[in-house]
């Protein structure tokens, strides 16, 4: 579904809530459907809330690989997703959906370097492998950043549920090996 039209839906499920609680207390505050109808209005926003956080990526201590700066590094890159969540969920405008994506893919690529570097320096065996794995990763993000001119709404729907599915494959896959090994070699 459309994300404006599910926010619009939204609005209108309110908006008839509020109605139907007015009127409720017009004919009669006594009534307990009126106060049903209340207690109804006032929890939407959190049975909204509950439905929509799960779309959002939450750090688990399970995805440490053991070496503080890259857990920093891997916690940032989940905010940097929510906040694309964030630009997919509440239709921000094009301006702040583009700086999410390019600030995400900023980062990542950042990232990338980083861990690459610290595999090289310290003869990680599986390091071309590995750096196979980030150069796929950002191809893949390149084509979703193409296709955000063409197509929108989807572009950004698909870019947000590939980063979260691939990070934590990667984090609890390949990085969960290499650092095994960079934690042997005095990495911390």
């Not at 049903?36 to 990526?57: G, N, Q, S």
């Not at 940097?80 to 893919?105: C, H, K, P």
């Amino acid at each position: 579904m459309n994300e404006n039209a599910r926010m619009f839906g939204v609005a209108l499920l309110i908006l008839t809530m509020i109605v139907a609680v007015i009127l409720g207390l017009v004919a009669g505050p006594t009534n307990p459907l009126t106060w049903l109808l209340v207690v109804i209005l006032v929890l939407l926003p959190f049975i909204h809330r509950k439905l929509t956080e799960k779309r959002y990526f939450k750090w688990k201590n399970e995805y440490s690989v053991g070496i503080e700066s890259i857990d920093l590094q891997h916690k940032k890159l989940i905010n940097l997703i929510n906040q694309l969540q964030t630009a997919v969920d509440y239709s921000t405008g094009e301006t702040f959906e583009r700086e999410a994506l390019d600030e995400l893919v900023e980062y990542t690529v950042t990232h990338f370097r980083y861990e690459e570097n610290l595999m090289e320096e310290h003869a990680y065996p599986d390091f071309e492998a590995h750096r196979k794995q980030h150069d796929n990763m950002v191809k893949k993000v390149t084509e979703v950043v193409d296709n955000y001119k063409e197509n929108k709404d989807n572009a950004m729907k698909e870019a947000t549920a590939y980063l979260k599915d691939w990070l934590i494959n990667h984090i609890n896959g390949t990085d969960k090996q290499y650092s095994d090994f960079l934690i042997g070699k005095g990495v911390k």
